[in-house]
């Protein structure tokens, strides 16, 4: 006798078992079945065929990923936790974009060319404002900066 949970199967575990096609002990036959007819009806398709493809997409900043990091399960308050212990002050804004994507944090070496598109052009803003001796607000330079960079390619949709 298969016992059910109330308790949700997390996202990545249904991935999984989606994928995988085959059912696992605990699932029973009727909600296997359940689940495979779901899996299988032309909306459900629809939207896993677009969520794929947008995955896939190149039509980002610079025409690189989509957005990723290296953060992990853990949040980025909790990376923002950390970075503060390190830093023995509370990280700006940048500091933690360039620390949650980096290789293993290492500050220099950009997980993608979206990431390093967007630290530069923080960092060209940052350039800008120190010459015209304007006062820098990090935390929210890189958010208007973000902002800017992406609504040049705004018109841009997956292929």
Same mark, same amino acid.
């Given at each position: ?9 997390? *996202? ?19 909600? +296997?079945?359940? +689940? ?23 039509? %980002? ?6 957005? %990723?990091?290296?953060?992990? %399960?853990? %949040? ?12 023995? *002050? ?30 530069? $052009?923080?960092? $060209? ?13 990090? /935390? /929210?330079? *890189? ?6 960079h992406t609504s040049d390619d ?6």
């Amino acid at each position: 006798m298969v016992v059910q949970s109330k308790r949700p199967i997390p *996202r990545h575990m249904m991935s999984d078992i989606k994928t995988g096609g085959k059912k696992p002990d605990f699932v029973s036959e009727d909600s +296997w079945e359940n +689940w495979k007819q779901k899996w299988n009806t032309p909306k459900l398709q629809k939207v896993c065929d677009q969520n794929s493809k947008n995955r896939k997409s190149k039509a %980002t900043i610079g025409g690189s990923t989509p957005s %990723t990091h290296t953060g992990g %399960t853990a %949040t980025h308050y909790e990376h923002g936790k950390r970075l503060a212990r390190k830093l023995g *002050r509370p990280p700006t804004a940048p500091e933690l974009f360039v620390h949650t994507n980096t290789k293993n944090g290492d500050d220099k070496t950009f997980i993608n060319e979206k990431s390093k598109d967007v630290n530069d $052009a923080i960092q $060209a803003k940052q350039e800008q404002l120190t010459q015209n001796n304007e006062t820098i607000d990090e /935390n /929210n330079m *890189r958010l208007d900066e973000i902002d800017d960079h992406t609504s040049d390619d705004a018109n841009l949709s997956p292929q």
